[in-house]
């Protein structure tokens, strides 16, 4: 079973930085192209990067230039690295493998609060 622990999250003004952590476990992490999404309130969930298991790595438009996936696959971690946060990077942020399955499980993500 996938188990998927987030990271890093808090409140922080526009402009700063938050770099967020996942934890996996229960998949073979080196084989999965690992993704980072996000839920604002009264919103649908959304992609926001991802990142391939050879390192190639694709972008949401609104968060292109200032967020960056990476990944340690040794450790079996995905991060998120953001840069000149706006409000509107407001949400909970999680991570899971790209594309999702059709039972997809979640983890607890990790909220981002980004004040004007």
């Known amino acids: 079973q996938v188990h998927l622990v987030e990271s890093g999250g808090g409140l922080v003004q526009a402009g700063g930085s938050l770099r967020l952590s996942c934890a996996a476990s229960?998949?073979?992490?080196?084989?999965?192209?690992m993704a980072w999404y996000r839920q604002a309130p009264g919103k649908q969930r959304e992609l926001v990067a991802r990142i391939s298991r050879v390192g190639s790595t694709n972008y949401a438009d609104s968060v292109k230039g200032r967020f960056t996936i990476s990944r340690d696959n040794a450790k079996n971690t995905v991060y998120l690295q953001m840069d000149s946060l706006k409000p509107e990077d407001t949400a909970v942020y999680y991570c899971?493998?790209?594309?999702?399955?059709?039972?997809?499980?979640w983890g607890q993500g990790t909220q981002v609060t980004v004040s004007s």
């Open positions: 899971n493998v790209f594309p999702l399955g059709v039972r997809a499980s």
């Open positions: 229960g998949i073979i992490f080196i084989l999965n192209t």
